[in-house]
């Protein structure tokens, strides 16, 4: 071995003992298949938010103060806006590299959760949440609702029109919460909307510190749950089994594979930063609480919760003069609060059903579980129909179907479609299996005709 | 030039020692790595592909180029003519060109093993020793349901301590501010550039923004939404004949269902079931009718829309004749009772 290689080795494992675990770390094991790698892409997508964030908050003023603008951008010339916007408008606009930073940095955010919640898929329909990594499921999804908070934190500093009408919403479901809404929402807020001057502020320390740090830190504890009880596998060969790992080492096979991935996802984010525009905030124009626009669409993460605020029926529940649940409580709070509850206690709901108290290291495959898949895809169909309305006035743009109609339309089919889907699936996944069986079965019987003994398949 | 022959030497030192290694002892905790006996190596041996090398080379060299293209283009261009597209286009090739490079790597130049081991295993001797650990620990104690409770009861104590700085945010205990609206008896009626708004100038065919003379138009009990409508069709709740003299009516422009402005004022949809003109809540299609006094037609919003009492003044401008009907913006509480 070279001697390069052995002196620095030795200095660190002499000072911190760490060599076992240096050697253990470099030969752990990974699994091979694509779909392990989607909650890379998530990784690699954070770090990009964070580099590209930390660029952009060395020019981002969290000012509420009103200016007039007499910048570059003509449209403007002359309106009055707030510094926040204002310095948005001049880091987009006028400071080199401040737009490809700005726009990188919001594709980032869209990207980093849709490979959040397609990991999250892939963990579900594989069953890969199962003993012994439930936790890593239950920190999973506080990440993703952690980052969906801090997304709309994000777009909501930027105060041009749908910032603030972002925040307005976010005022209203705040005030729905029963009893306490009004004098919770007063305290974050610091006045009614649009709130004190300090509201930016606070609004600016958590997404910019407070969310990042619990972010980092969950995402942390995932990795090393992860590591703790290793990745799950596909049962390839004989040889991976619920006891064995079968996998590429961290090093070499791993890193440099791991690291390409790193590469090309920050290359298409910045690709898509530099060439594919995203919130031209100076067509919006600055925010007043009397100001709204039409066909305003949030990030597509938001587009389920304004959804179900569409969907909801008109009615407020009172007690005599009092409110005690004002209508947005449903669609805001009640129904993400049903879907993350669903999910985090999925693993023990199943275990109810199934009675299996048994440690699973052994993917299934979407088929192997026909209910629990059947049961994915109904759910899941259920949120992404609320997702759709909440382009239903986009939807009538395009197609011309209005509003009116698709509101009933998707009252209904949000119920009778998932249950369909359920039987549908359910009924394909027993089928693929026992089409395999009946293969298997030929298989073995033609080569016993054959006259060779049977190969398993 | 320089840096570009640096990287060169640098990544063909790094290939040459990752080749070199070899010679190590042999390994007891793994097994898979062929098992013929002569187990000198941990990682595999696998033949050198110069070819592949060179594909590297290549592919780092054009790296290399992008990243400097991106100074290059940082430096030349004006602010005037920001070259965005060229600046993520020279970034982002350079990063999915190392990607490329690295991916060269991983297939063809480093050793591709598949190995195997055992899942990490439950510890159950250590779990119980675990468990005797910190009971053992507390074999001097007598009263430990005491103790414990005491020590939860204080914790409890001092956390609720901790946390009730935080009622400094905002005013708590105080929902005045959410009660209030700047309107008066007598308040004139301004735009937004503070002008007087004559009730002449209210046409039928469209609607207005109005706002308290002299207070704070940010206040979300400020905006208004300002329509004339033919006085034979109103149809306002009784006690409401007089607040909308020359059919000119107003209405608090924050919606009651999440606080958006009422930014649309749109004809009848299907003139058999609503016809009438409605105002609408672009954000979630919150819909009113002002001819009955803001009552919801359609739309997931549980409450009217606060109309506020209007007379016409000597001057002919508008004023308000009182406070709304309601307390404005989304529901919460105590939204249902009068406002001040």
Redesign the interface.
């Known amino acids: 071995?070279?001697e390069?290689?052995v002196e620095p080795v030795r200095f660190i494992d002499e000072r911190t003992a760490s060599a076992p675990l240096m050697r253990k770390f470099l030969?752990y094991?990974f699994p091979?298949h694509w779909s392990f790698l989607l909650g890379e892409v998530a990784l690699y997508a954070f770090m990009v938010l964070i580099a590209t964030g930390i660029y952009l908050a060395l020019f981002y003023d969290p000012s509420t103060a009103k200016t007039i603008y007499h910048g570059?951008y003509t449209p403007l010339d002359g309106q009055m806006m707030s510094g926040a916007y204002k310095s948005v408008l001049e880091l987009s606009?006028?400071?080199?590299?401040g737009?490809?930073m700005r726009?990188?940095h919001h594709w980032s955010a869209d990207v980093f959760m849709v490979a959040i919640v397609l990991h999250l898929m892939r963990v579900f329909f594989t069953g890969a949440f199962r003993k012994p990594r439930e936790l890593t499921w239950v920190v999973g999804l506080t990440l993703l609702f952690t980052a969906l908070l801090e997304g709309y934190l994000g777009y909501s500093l930027v105060d041009d029109l749908l910032s603030g009408?972002g925040l307005?919403?976010g005022?209203?479901?705040g005030?729905?919460i029963?009893?306490i809404?009004?004098?919770?929402?007063?305290?974050?807020?610091?006045?009614?909307?649009?709130g004190?001057a300090v509201f930016f502020s606070?609004m600016y320390i958590a997404h910019v510190f407070l969310i990042p740090v619990l972010l980092a830190t969950l995402i942390g504890v995932h990795l090393i749950l992860i590591m703790?009880?290793?990745h799950t596998q596909f049962r390839e060969s004989r040889?991976t089994t619920?006891?064995?790992?079968?996998?590429?080492?961290l090093f070499?096979?791993q890193a440099?594979?791991s690291?390409?991935?790193?590469?090309?996802v920050?290359?298409?984010?910045?690709?898509?930063?530099?060439?594919v525009q995203i919130n031209p905030i100076w067509q919006w124009g600055p925010f007043?609480?009397?100001?709204?626009?039409?066909?305003?669409q949030p990030d597509w993460y938001l587009g389920w919760l304004?959804g179900a605020?569409?969907?909801?029926?008109?009615?407020?529940v009172?007690i005599g003069?009092?409110?005690?649940v004002?209508?947005?409580f449903w669609?805001?709070v009640v129904f993400p609060l049903f879907v993350v509850g669903v999910l985090g206690a999925f693993p023990w709901i199943e275990r109810r059903f199934t009675k299996d108290r048994g440690v699973h290291?052994l993917a299934d495959r979407p088929r192997d579980a026909p209910t629990r898949t059947a049961f994915g895809v109904a759910f899941l169909t259920w949120v992404f129909l609320v997702f759709v309305f909440g382009s239903a006035?986009r939807i009538f743009v395009l197609f011309g179907l209005?509003?009116?109609t698709q509101l009933y339309i998707f009252r209904i089919g949000m119920w009778v479609v998932p249950v369909l889907l359920f039987f549908i699936t359910r009924r394909i996944c027993r089928d693929l299996l026992a089409a395999e069986v009946a293969d298997a079965t030929r298989e073995q019987a033609e080569a016993e005709a054959r006259g060779h003994p049977a190969v398993p398949a | 030039m320089k840096a570009w022959q640096w990287l060169v030497a640098l990544f063909a030192l790094l290939a040459r020692?990752?080749r070199?290694?070899?010679?190590?002892r042999g390994d007891s905790g793994?097994s898979g790595d062929g098992g013929s006996g002569r187990r000198e190596r941990?990682?595999a041996a696998g033949t050198p592909e110069r070819h592949a090398e060179n594909v590297v080379l290549v592919l780092l060299a054009i790296a290399t180029l992008f990243a400097f293209g991106f100074v290059v283009v940082?430096a030349e261009?004006s602010?005037?003519g920001?070259p965005?597209?060229?600046?993520?286009?020279c970034?982002?090739?350079?990063?999915?060109f190392?990607?490329?490079?690295?991916?060269v790597?991983?297939k063809r130049?480093?050793?591709?093993?598949?190995?195997?081991?055992?899942?990490?295993q439950e510890h159950p001797e250590q779990q119980a020793e675990v468990a005797e650990i910190i009971h053992e620990s507390g074999s001097r104690i007598t009263r430990k349901r005491l103790l414990l409770g005491a020590g939860a009861a204080t914790g409890g104590a001092l956390g609720l301590a901790a946390l009730t700085p935080?009622?400094s945010?905002?005013?708590?205990?105080d929902?005045g501010?959410?009660d209030r609206t700047p309107w008066r008896r007598g308040t004139r009626v301004v735009d937004e550039n503070g002008q007087p708004i004559s009730a002449a100038s209210i046409d039928q065919r469209s609607f207005y923004?109005g706002?308290p003379e002299g207070a704070d138009?940010?206040?979300?009990?400020?905006?208004l939404v300002i329509v004339r409508l033919d006085p034979a069709k109103l149809e306002l709740p009784a006690g409401r004949g007089d607040w909308a003299p020359d059919g000119i009516l107003a209405f608090s422009?924050?919606?009651t269902?999440?606080?958006?402005?009422?930014?649309?004022y749109r004809k009848p949809?299907?003139p058999v079931l609503e016809p009438n003109n409605a105002l609408v809540?672009?954000?979630?299609?919150?819909t009113f009718d002002p001819y009955t006094g803001g009552t919801?037609i359609?739309?997931?919003?549980?409450?009217p829309l606060p109309q506020l009492p209007l007379e016409i003044d000597a001057a002919g401008d508008l004023r308000a004749a009182g406070n709304f009907s309601a307390r404005v913006?989304?529901?919460?509480?105590?939204?249902?009772?009068q406002p001040t």
Not at chain 1, 93 to 97: E, R
Not at chain 1, 242 to 249: E, F, H, N, Q, S
Not at chain 1, 266 to 275: E, I, R, S
Not at chain 1, 288 to 296: D, F, K, V
């Open positions: 071995v070279s390069p290689l030969r094991l091979d570059s606009l006028n400071d080199k590299a737009l490809l726009q990188t009408i307005a919403i005022y209203g479901v005030l729905s029963p009893v809404g009004g004098p919770l929402t007063l305290a974050i807020f610091g006045a009614p909307f649009p004190k606070r703790a009880r290793h040889r619920d006891k064995r790992i079968v996998g590429v080492p070499p096979g440099p594979r690291l390409a991935l790193m590469f090309f920050a290359g298409v984010l910045f690709l898509l930063g530099g060439l007043e609480p009397w100001q709204a626009t039409n066909g305003a304004i605020l569409r969907l909801m029926p008109s009615f407020d009172t003069h009092f409110t005690l004002p209508n947005p669609g805001g290291n006035d209005s509003y009116d | 020692s990752l070199r290694r070899g010679r190590r793994e941990i990682v940082y261009f602010p005037a920001l965005n597209e060229l600046l993520g286009i970034l982002g090739m350079s990063l999915l190392i990607g490329a490079a690295l991916t790597v991983a130049l480093v050793v591709t093993e598949e190995l195997e081991e055992d899942y990490p935080a009622l945010l905002g005013p708590v205990w929902t501010p959410l923004t706002f138009p940010e206040n979300i009990g400020s905006p422009k924050i919606c269902h999440a606080g958006c402005a009422i930014g649309l949809t299907f809540c672009p954000c979630h299609y919150s919801v359609y739309g997931p919003a549980g409450r913006g989304p529901g919460w509480w105590a939204v249902r009772e």
